[in-house]
Each structure stands twice: as C-alpha cells, then as structure tokens.
C-alpha cells in the first residue's frame, strides 16, 4: 500500500498489490457542530469489462463495504469505551 498522509485531517490508501488492479480509500476527519466526524471513501476497479463491472458491483464491492464497516464499527465501539472509562474515572476524582 501507499500511504497519502495530509495531517491533519486526512488519511489515503492506494492499494499496489491484491485481488483488484484499483483499490483507492480515505479516511477523513471533519469538524461538525463542535465534534468530529469520521468519513470513508474509496473506489475499487475491476478487469474483465463487462464481466469485471458486475462482479464489482454485485460481489467485491458489497463485501468491500461490509469489511469497513466493521472496522469502523469496532473502532466506534472502543472509542466509546475509552471515552466512558475516562469519563468514570474524572468522576472519581
């Protein structure tokens, strides 16, 4: 992979080597009402024309998305934990 850091809001992937020829993601932090949201994108390009094009839409890039999203599930997830235990232990004091 490449990495295309853009400090400090922007993280990107370029993908060199895999199953696709063309895989291209980025993470994004942008400030909304006072917090920070987390914001995902990417393309994933596929060979075989016509063939390579449905299997994109309809196999790679349904599991594709379903892979980030539960990575970003799970990086929600103990980012609400570490969130609540702070929080408990500020109380504490």
Same mark, same amino acid.
């Given at each position: =992979?490449?990495? /295309?850091?853009?400090?400090? %809001?922007r993280?990107? $992937?370029t993908?060199?080597?895999?199953? +696709?020829?063309h895989a291209?993601?980025? $993470? #994004?932090? =942008?400030?909304? /009402? %006072?917090?920070t949201?987390? #914001?995902?994108? %990417?393309? +994933?390009?596929i060979? $075989? $024309? &016509?063939l %390579?094009?449905i &299997?994109g839409r309809? *196999? +790679?890039?349904?599991q *594709?998305?379903r892979a980030v999203r539960?990575?970003l /599930? /799970?990086?929600?997830?103990r980012a ?5 235990r &702070?929080?408990a #232990?500020s109380e #504490?004091k």
């Amino acid at each position: =992979e490449m990495v /295309d850091f853009e400090p400090p %809001g922007r993280v990107g $992937f370029t993908h060199l080597t895999g199953p +696709v020829p063309h895989a291209v993601e980025e $993470f #994004r932090l =942008e400030e909304i /009402d %006072g917090g920070t949201e987390l #914001r995902y994108g %990417g393309q +994933v390009g596929i060979d $075989f $024309f &016509a063939l %390579g094009r449905i &299997a994109g839409r309809y *196999w +790679v890039r349904p599991q *594709w998305e379903r892979a980030v999203r539960g990575h970003l /599930d /799970d990086l929600r997830n103990r980012a609400e934990l570490r969130s609540s235990r &702070a929080r408990a #232990r500020s109380e #504490r004091k």
